[in-house]
C-alpha cells in the first residue's frame, strides 16, 4: 500500500525581480472575478514601493509583492467564532464562505493586512493561492502572469521543488517573524 506524501504550498518571493507592472493584481482580480472598482481595501495581492535606493544616475526603486501569508500559526483561523476560517491538510489558510457572518475578527487578527469584506460576496475574502487551479494541476494567476518570474510555488515537501531547492540554496526571509505566524511566503534576500 502507497501513501501519499502530505504537500505543502509555499511561495517564494524575489522582489529584486519585480518591476511593478501590477500583471500579478491584473490576473488575480480577473481568474477571481474580483471587481474593485476604484476601492482601494479591495486586494488578494498587492505591491509595495520600499523606496529608492542608490545615488544618481544609479538609482533603483525597490518593490515588495505580497498576499496572504497562509500562516502555518494562522491568527486569522483562531478567532473564527465559526470556523468559517480554516487550514486545509496542504498548509492553505482557507474560509468556508457559507460559515462566515462578516464579523471581521479575522481581518483585524491577520498582522498582514490581508483580508477584506468582498463587494461581491459580502463575505470576507482573501487571497487562496488560487486553490481551484492547484486542484487541476495548474499554477496560481499570479505566478503564471508575471513576466519577470518574481513568484515561484510549489511543494516544499518535495525536495526536488523548485521552492525547495531556492530556500534549501539562498537566504530568505518572512514577513514579521516575531509574530509567530510561520508564514508560507518566503522572500529572498
Not at 538609482?59 to 467564532?81: A, G
Not at 462578516?102 to 487571497?127: G, N
Request: overall charge positive; glycine content about 4%; aromatic content about 8%.
Amino acid at each position: 500500500m502507497s501513501q501519499e506524501r502530505k504537500k505543502r504550498w509555499v511561495m517564494v518571493v524575489d522582489p529584486d525581480k519585480c518591476i511593478d507592472c501590477k500583471a500579478c493584481d491584473v490576473a488575480c482580480k480577473r481568474e477571481n472575478g474580483m471587481d474593485a472598482g476604484t476601492d482601494q481595501q479591495v486586494y488578494r495581492n498587492w505591491i509595495t514601493s520600499k523606496g529608492v535606493e542608490g545615488t544618481y544616475p544609479y538609482l533603483k526603486e525597490r518593490f515588495e509583492p505580497s498576499q496572504c501569508q497562509h500562516c502555518q500559526n494562522p491568527p486569522c483561523v483562531k478567532v473564527c467564532p465559526t470556523s468559517a476560517s480554516y487550514q486545509t491538510e496542504d498548509g492553505l489558510v482557507a474560509i468556508d464562505y457559507k460559515r462566515c457572518i462578516v464579523c471581521a475578527s479575522c481581518i483585524l487578527a491577520c498582522p498582514y493586512d490581508a483580508r477584506y469584506k468582498s463587494p461581491q460576496t459580502k463575505v470576507i475574502d482573501k487571497c487562496t493561492f488560487c486553490a481551484h487551479r492547484i486542484a487541476e494541476g495548474k499554477l496560481p494567476a499570479c505566478v503564471d502572469t508575471c513576466p519577470t518570474k518574481v513568484r515561484v510555488f510549489g511543494d516544499l515537501n518535495d525536495p526536488n521543488s523548485e521552492v525547495a531547492r531556492l530556500l534549501a540554496t539562498r537566504h530568505y526571509r518572512v514577513l514579521k517573524p516575531e509574530q509567530g505566524t510561520k508564514p508560507s511566503l518566503f522572500y529572498l534576500s
